[in-house]
Nanobody
């Protein structure tokens, strides 16, 4: 049984920071090509950062230079360090496989950036 459990979200002021964690279990491993997606109210779910099997990282233009994706394979965990947060980063954040997500998503973790 595959499980993706996201955590670490919260409410922060603009220019604040948060670190999200995603623990993978079952047939999904953090060594796979993994990514962080986000979905704002009324919008589609978009990929914002991913890390390949080889460790190459990619970022959406909107988060480049502010977000950093990493992983700890010993803990089967993928992280997203988010700095210089903006109100437009407000969304529910999910982790999943890239480029084709696993059919079942975790519950996500809410990030709210507001003054």
């Amino acid at each position: 049984q595959v499980q993706l459990v996201e955590s670490g979200g919260g409410s922060v002021q603009p220019v604040g920071s948060l670190r999200l964690s995603c623990v993978a279990s079952g047939s999904i491993s953090s060594t796979y090509h993994m990514g962080w997606y986000r979905q704002a109210p009324g919008k589609q779910r978009d990929l914002v950062a991913d890390i390949t099997r080889g460790g190459t990282t990619n970022y959406a233009d909107s988060v480049k230079g502010r977000f950093t994706i990493s992983r700890d394979n010993a803990k089967n965990t993928v992280y997203l360090q988010m700095n210089s947060l903006k109100p437009e980063d407000t969304a529910v954040y999910y982790c999943n496989l890239v480029p084709i997500p696993y059919q079942y998503w975790g519950q996500g973790t809410q990030v709210t950036v507001s003054s």
